[in-house]
């Protein structure tokens, strides 16, 4: 595993990794906020693309919010690990309260954030997902499951 000395240089990184997209007018750079927008605000910029956010939130397992046992995305979006959830016999009262609370930070951030602006043009185009990290990679699922219905370039 490389270690990075910041999420700039995670970031400049990853960008000397995905030179074939640079200057591209099909490609989209969308940050997983907050950890995720230095990381691709430095991926965008290299590459000279746009960059924008796309809202997920974790659903951390109660006493350790941490470990993620599912996402809520932008839309509507649930997605749940349901290994984790049979292992650790998570009752569907509690997901549901998790994912209700999730919701709406989400819904929060997302007016935040795009002060009313909308999702950028995403048909037929090529979306570079961007994150500060991936631990059980739960919320990048959620993140991929929101932008189906945009019919991103496959």
Same mark, same amino acid.
């Given at each position: 595993m490389k270690l990075f000395r910041n999420r700039i240089d995670a970031g400049r990184t990853l960008a000397g990794d995905l030179m074939r997209y640079a #200057? #591209?007018?099909d490609v989209v750079v969308l940050a997983l906020p907050r950890g995720g927008v230095?990381?691709? &605000?430095?991926?965008?910029?290299?590459?000279?693309?746009?960059?924008?956010?796309?809202?997920?939130r /974790?659903?951390?397992?109660?006493?350790?919010?941490? &470990?993620?046992?599912? %996402?809520? %995305?932008?839309g509507g979006v649930r997605v749940l690990n349901e290994?984790?959830?049979?292992?650790?016999?998570?009752? /569907?009262?509690?997901?549901?309260?998790? +994912? !209700? #609370? @999730? !919701?709406?930070?989400? @819904?929060? #951030?997302?007016?935040?954030?795009?002060?009313?602006?909308?999702?950028?043009?995403l048909t037929n185009k090529t979306i570079i997902l961007v994150d500060d990290g991936l631990a059980t990679g739960?919320?990048?699922? %959620? +993140?991929?499951? %929101?932008?189906r219905p945009y019919k991103p370039a496959p």
């Open positions: #200057r #591209r007018d230095p990381v691709a &605000f430095e991926v965008a910029t290299v590459l000279n693309v746009p960059m924008d956010v796309i809202v997920v /974790k659903r951390g397992l109660p006493g350790c919010e941490d &470990f993620a046992i599912g %996402a809520v %995305a932008s290994e984790v959830v049979r292992s650790y016999r998570i009752p /569907k009262s509690t997901i549901d309260s998790i +994912a !209700q #609370r @999730e !919701q709406w930070e989400l @819904e929060r #951030r997302e007016r935040a954030y795009r002060n009313g602006r909308p999702m950028p043009e739960t919320t990048m699922r %959620a +993140a991929v499951t %929101a932008l």
